[in-house]
C-alpha cells in the first residue's frame, strides 16, 4: 500500500489529490490548517500551521507510519501568495512567514520523508509555478520562493541519484487553476497588482484549468515508468 503524504490537503488542488488517492486506497496524511470533512479511515488530518517555523515537526516525526509501505509520496502543494504587494509595502514578518510556507516547510518535508523512509522508492512533487521563472510585479515573495523551491527540488534529486537511491523528484507547474487562491488574486487592487486585469479576464473566459484534471496528470506523471531523478513539468 501507498503512503501519501499532502500539505495543503484543505482546497483547491491539494484536496483533489487527497481524494483521489483515498479512491486508489491509499493512506494519505494530509497537513493543513484546516481539516476536511471526511470519515474515511486512510485519512489522517493534522492541522499544521506550516508558516510557524517547523513547530510542527515534532509531532510529524513521531506519528510518521513506519509500515512497509510500496511507495511513499510526498506532494508539497500548501501554498500561499501574499504578500502580494511592491517592495516598500510589505511587513517584514509577513515575508517570513510566507517564505515559511512556500520553501522551508516543504524543504523540512523533503528531509523527513528523505531520512525516516530511507529503504522506500519515494516520490516528491513540489508545486511550482510560472512565477518561478517570471517576474510578476508586486510577487517577489511568492515568484522568489517558488524559484527557490524548484531548485531545492533538483539539488535533492542529484543527491539522491549521488546516493543511488529511488528518490524522485518532480516540479510541477500547474497554471492557473480555478481554485480558491485564483479567488484572492481577482481581488487583488491594481495599484498592487496591475496584472490582476490579466486574471480576471483569463477566469471570465474559462481559461483556468479544473484542479482535478491538474492532479490527475500529477499522478500520470509521477507514476511514468521513465521519470528521471529530477523532472521539471508544466501542465498542458
Ligand atoms: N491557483 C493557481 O492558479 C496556481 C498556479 C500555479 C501554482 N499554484 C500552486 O498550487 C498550490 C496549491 O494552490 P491552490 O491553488 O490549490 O490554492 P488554495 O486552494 O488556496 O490552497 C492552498 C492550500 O495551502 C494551505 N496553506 C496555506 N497556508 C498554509 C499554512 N500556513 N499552513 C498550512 N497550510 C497552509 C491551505 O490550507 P489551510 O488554509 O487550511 O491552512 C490550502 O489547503 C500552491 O503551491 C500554489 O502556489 C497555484
Redesign the pocket.
Known amino acids: 500500500m501507498e503512503l501519501v503524504l499532502i500539505?495543503?490537503?484543505?482546497?483547491?488542488?491539494?484536496?483533489e489529490l487527497t481524494q483521489m488517492f483515498l479512491e486508489r486506497d491509499a493512506t494519505v496524511i494530509g497537513?493543513?490548517?484546516?481539516?476536511i470533512n471526511s470519515k474515511n479511515p486512510r485519512l489522517y488530518q493534522f492541522h499544521?500551521?506550516?508558516?510557524?517555523e517547523g513547530n510542527w515537526e515534532d509531532k510529524l516525526r513521531e506519528s510518521l507510519p513506519r509500515q512497509d509501505w510500496s511507495r511513499v509520496l510526498l506532494f508539497?502543494?500548501?501554498?500561499?501568495?501574499s504578500p502580494t504587494v511592491p517592495f516598500g509595502g510589505m511587513e517584514g514578518a509577513q515575508i517570513s512567514?510566507s517564505i515559511?510556507?512556500?520553501v522551508t516547510?516543504p524543504m523540512r518535508l523533503m528531509n523527513i520523508v528523505v531520512t525516516v523512509y530511507k529503504e522506500k522508492t519515494i516520490r516528491i512533487v513540489n508545486?511550482?509555478?510560472?512565477?518561478a521563472k517570471k517576474p510578476y510585479l508586486g510577487w517577489s515573495v511568492?515568484c522568489s520562493s517558488?524559484a527557490a523551491l524548484a531548485m531545492a527540488s533538483e539539488v535533492l534529486a542529484v543527491e539522491m541519484e549521488a546516493a543511488g537511491r529511488d528518490v524522485k523528484v518532480m516540479s510541477y507547474?500547474?497554471?492557473?487553476?480555478?481554485?480558491?487562491?485564483?479567488a484572492?488574486?481577482r481581488k487583488k487592487k491594481p495599484e498592487d497588482f496591475p496584472q490582476v486585469e490579466r486574471f480576471i479576464q483569463l477566469y471570465n473566459d474559462g481559461k483556468?484549468?479544473a484542479?482535478r484534471d491538474a492532479a490527475a496528470d500529477m499522478i500520470l506523471q509521477i507514476d511514468r515508468k521513465d521519470l528521471p531523478y529530477f523532472l521539471e513539468y508544466t501542465y498542458q
Open positions: 500539505t495543503g490537503h484543505s482546497s483547491g488542488l491539494g484536496l497537513m493543513s490548517r484546516r481539516s499544521f500551521d506550516l508558516s510557524r508539497n502543494c500548501a501554498g500561499t501568495i512567514r515559511e510556507v512556500n516547510a508545486v511550482s509555478s510560472g512565477a511568492y517558488k507547474s500547474p497554471g492557473p487553476l480555478d481554485t480558491p487562491m485564483q484572492e488574486i483556468l484549468t484542479p
